[in-house]
């Protein structure tokens, strides 16, 4: 059974570092063609693909947030880490990984997600 | 960047069938993947490569491509598909997955 869970602090300050863990299970990171992602979903809006980090360790960014993503990958504890810099309250949203194929390039395990309020 | 378009809304009879479009340049040359997401819960993939089902879903769901547009069609409508329908490719010209706005599907 495939399963993904993201963890992290709720509540961030403006300009703040948020940081994110997705731990997952039943797959191994190894096999080459998967990768997981982080995506985001702000209140009653459409999501956003962040970031993709693949089995062979090669990174990828969405183009309008590049320069405030950082995924990284610990294959031990099974976990994906996303940092995302200079926090906003247009990024309160709820964050969640998912497993992505490289082949189609879709995602086909999602976790539930965790809400992440950025507010003074 | 890429844009995909979504009707906001699509109101069905239980019974009837639903069709969500989603439109995009040059469409045709991408494939595309739809997401239900039911209220409170996280994404599903419904139909992956244009009009490939999961096979733990029912086949009420199908996918097809046809110029610039895309859709999803939803047979005999039941109250339990009520949901945000996504589309979503990826744009190989940015490197970016780009997902539409969503549909509400709504069961009357």
């Known amino acids: 059974q495939i399963t993904l869970k993201e963890s992290g602090p709720t509540l961030v300050r403006p300009t703040q570092t948020l940081t994110l863990t997705c731990t997952f299970s039943g797959f191994s990171f190894t096999t080459r063609g998967l990768g997981v992602s982080w995506i985001r979903q702000p209140p009653g809006e459409a999501l956003e693909w962040l970031a993709v980090?693949?089995?062979?360790?090669?990174?990828r960014y969405s183009p309008s947030l590049k320069n405030r993503l950082t995924i990284s990958r610990d294959d031990s504890k099974k976990q994906v880490v996303l940092t995302m810099t200079n926090m906003d309250p247009v990024d309160t949203a709820t964050y969640s990984c998912a497993r992505t194929r490289m082949a189609g390039r879709f995602f086909d395990f999602w976790g539930q997600g965790t809400p992440v309020t950025v507010s003074s | 960047s890429y844009v995909l378009t979504q009707p906001p809304s699509v109101s069905v009879a239980p019974g009837q069938t639903a069709r969500i479009t989603c439109g995009g340049n040059n469409i045709g040359s991408k494939s595309v993947h739809w997401y239900q997401q039911r209220p409170g819960q996280a994404p599903v993939v419904a139909i992956y490569y244009d009009m490939d089902r999961p096979s733990e879903l029912r086949a009420r769901f199908s996918g097809s491509k046809s110029g610039n547009t895309a859709t999803l069609t939803i047979s005999r409508v039941e109250a339990g598909d009520e949901a945000d329908y996504y589309c979503q490719v990826w744009d190989s010209s940015s490197d970016d997955y780009v997902f539409g706005s969503g549909s509400k599907v709504t069961v009357l």
């Open positions: 980090v693949w089995w062979d360790d090669d990174k």
